[in-house]
């Protein structure tokens, strides 16, 4: 059984407008162990998605699923107490600005150390070792001494190196990192996915992972799901994805990233032209299809998840046809 | 820390050095002081000859220095009007206005943090708007008419409380709920915008994402960064009802600061007008000091810069 299983998960958030469908139905699971890549760019759900998970969605948003089961517990029918429970002790969540998630206020070792006595996993003493050994692991020298730290006294890098510890402190069976490398410095984010690599394989926690980086995600994912307005559009196993993308808009993304090698010098920067729709509202048909090549009539009609090979899905009618005649055609260029 | 304390100490030091001139000066700037001691029937001989006794020919930086000696041995002179030194004045008097002050600001922090917290965790219901409501109320209304309404319903009426004096703690109700209400509303809008800010921050996000309970949420991670700022200006708020109490103190005629301060003034008792305007300057200063160093111990960006 997977660790966790979500189908037709759904986030509605009331706007001024009506009502903004963040998550529309949206189909995943992950299995213990490994890595999920959530691929898609600002505003797609994809952050949404993982605060549903973690409980931690504005308190006016409405989470719906036909399930959400996390380890066989049904984490729509329990209650805030029983949520909290889990949070930190078996799914912990990393975030995206390493610079504002510590708290200014507390050591980094009162921090740290939080969730290990909150969830009764044994004494300060217990916890202050594990700290210890954890800030280690994630390459901090002097551990003992950072624990009497501030955050503001640390870098960036070394900010998400901390976070990372302090989110496998009760060794939890799910990360969520959402997009944990996009606040740092290049180099910096090479080390930092390495590392999360590194600890997911060894400790055998699963993660999900959020990015926008489909570069990224060839690098540390097993499964990739690319979510688009809402909705995931392909799902496959990482090598799959790379060597048949199936939806015209992960085609897209792939073809936005430059190759060294493959892309001339002072050759235009690829696009995909267009705009995300509004998720405000019903949305009737194929969300991509304002901005896709390969449009026509029926794809006013919502297409089929199809499935093409064993794990690989795309919701797209045209999913089954030969690549080279769905390559974007015109990419609009941006200097 | 050490060295944020020796700054801060220096730079009080300084102030109050300034503060000292000030208040000297302005009395010297408010007139010939010979002539309004002597009072108007005063020939221009006696004029003169109090001049002399006084001292007030020598020159000015002369009368400061001597002034400030003697302060700095909390020698203040003799008032003109009382058979007493100021010293023993000032000692008779700042129990009561501490005790005022002190308590003011003991009821203001227990209502205004709490009814900011709450209306920020509440945020737009009725307990929020009930408490925006009754801080309007404390910024509109006059603290002198807010004490003669006490007076009315609790000392008048009801006869619980009485209306003035200063014998007993019975006689410190009314006036401290009295400048309590007014120093209230500021700390607990800056209490009630701090926590929707903080709550608001990737930090509490985190706290919750560790499992924490919602009050350990509220009263460990955001209360300790949003109380920052109201600390800063509790301290200020101190001072200035320390030197802002005479409308209070004159309403309940309790014997304080501020009552001394106002008789001083309108009989042109200057020895004690200086001192007390140097005295309420100092609390000022030290007030504003501790709220630097308790700003420092709660907040390690600005201890360990």
């Not at chain 2, 209306?163 to 410190?172: N, V």
Request: some cysteine; glycine content about 8%.
């Amino acid at each position: 059984m997977a660790l966790l299983e979500a189908r037709n998960l759904r986030v509605d958030l009331p706007v001024d407008a009506g009502t903004l469908h963040a998550v529309r139905g949206i189909d995943f699971h992950v299995e213990r162990g490994e890595m999920l890549c959530l691929v898609g760019e600002s505003g797609c759900g994809k952050s949404m998605t993982s605060l549903a998970l973690m409980g931690l969605l504005p308190r006016r948003a409405r989470l719906t699923a036909d399930c959400l089961d996390f380890d066989g517990i049904d984490l729509t029918a329990i209650s805030a107490r029983q949520r909290g429970g889990l949070r930190g002790l078996r799914m912990a969540m990393i975030f995206q600005e390493p610079m504002t998630a510590l708290n200014p206020s507390y050591t980094l070792g009162n921090q740290l150390c939080e969730a290990f006595l909150r969830h009764r996993l044994g004494s300060r003493q217990n916890a202050r070792e594990r700290a210890i050994h954890l800030l280690e692991r994630v390459g901090i020298s002097a551990a003992a001494e950072r624990l009497d730290q501030y955050p503001h006294q640390l870098s960036g890098g070394l900010r998400q190196r901390v976070m990372i510890a302090m989110a496998l402190m009760c060794k939890p069976d799910l990360i969520i990192a959402d997009e944990p490398t996009t606040a740092l410095d290049v180099t910096i984010q090479a080390q930092i996915l390495r590392l999360l690599r590194e600890l997911q394989q060894e400790s055998g926690t699963a993660v999900i992972f959020i990015t926008h980086d489909l570069g990224v995600v060839a690098r540390i994912a097993d499964r990739v799901a690319v979510m688009y307005a809402g909705e995931v559009i392909e799902a496959a196993v990482t090598p799959a994805l790379y060597a048949r993308p199936s939806h015209p808009y992960t085609r897209g993304l792939l073809s936005c990233i430059p190759a060294p090698g493959k892309t001339p010098p002072g050759s235009r920067l690829q696009a995909i032209p267009g705009v995300v729709p509004s998720l405000v509202g019903h949305v009737e048909g194929c969300a991509f299809r304002n901005r896709c090549p390969l449009a026509e009539a029926r794809c006013e009609t919502t297409p089929p998840f199809m499935a093409l090979n064993e794990g690989h899905r795309a919701r797209c009618h045209f999913a089954d046809r030969p690549m080279a005649s769905a390559t974007p055609s015109q990419p609009e260029t941006i200097s | 820390m050490g060295t944020f304390i020796v700054r801060r100490i220096l730079v009080a030091l300084s102030v109050a050095l300034t503060i000292s001139i000030v208040s000297f000066m302005l009395l010297h700037l408010s007139g010939d002081l010979a002539a309004s001691i002597a009072g108007p029937e005063a020939t221009a001989e006696q004029v003169e000859q109090i001049r002399i006794d006084y001292g007030l020919d020598r020159p000015i930086v002369n009368q400061y220095l001597e002034w400030l000696g003697h302060a700095l041995q909390f020698d203040f002179g003799r008032s003109y009007y009382y058979q007493s030194t100021v010293v023993d004045l000032i000692v008779d008097r700042m129990p009561i206005t501490l005790t005022l002050g002190g308590l003011a600001l003991a009821l203001a922090v227990c209502i205004a943090i709490p009814l900011g917290v709450v209306a920020a965790i509440r945020r737009d219901t009725w307990v929020d708007r009930l408490a925006l409501l009754f801080a309007v109320i404390g910024q509109a209304m006059p603290s002198f008419w807010f004490g003669l309404t006490l007076i009315v319903i609790f000392a008048v009426t009801l006869q619980w409380l009485p209306a003035a004096g200063s014998d007993g703690w019975q006689h410190f109700v009314l006036p401290a709920i009295a400048l309590g209400y007014y120093a209230t509303p500021a700390m607990m809008r800056l209490t009630r915008t701090g926590m929707l800010e903080v709550l608001e921050s990737d930090y509490i996000r985190t706290a919750r994402a560790k499992g924490l309970s919602a009050r350990s949420v509220i009263f460990k991670h955001a209360l300790r960064n949003a109380v920052i700022p109201v600390v800063a200006l509790a301290a200020v708020e101190l001072g200035f009802m320390l030197g802002g109490s005479v409308v209070i103190e004159s309403v309940f005629s309790l014997n304080g600061l501020g009552q001394l301060a106002w008789d001083a003034i309108s009989r042109n008792d200057y020895p004690v007008v200086q001192a007390v305007v140097l005295i309420i300057a100092l609390f000022y200063i030290v007030l504003t000091l501790l709220a630097d160093v308790a700003n420092a111990a709660l907040d390690p960006r600005i201890r360990t810069r």
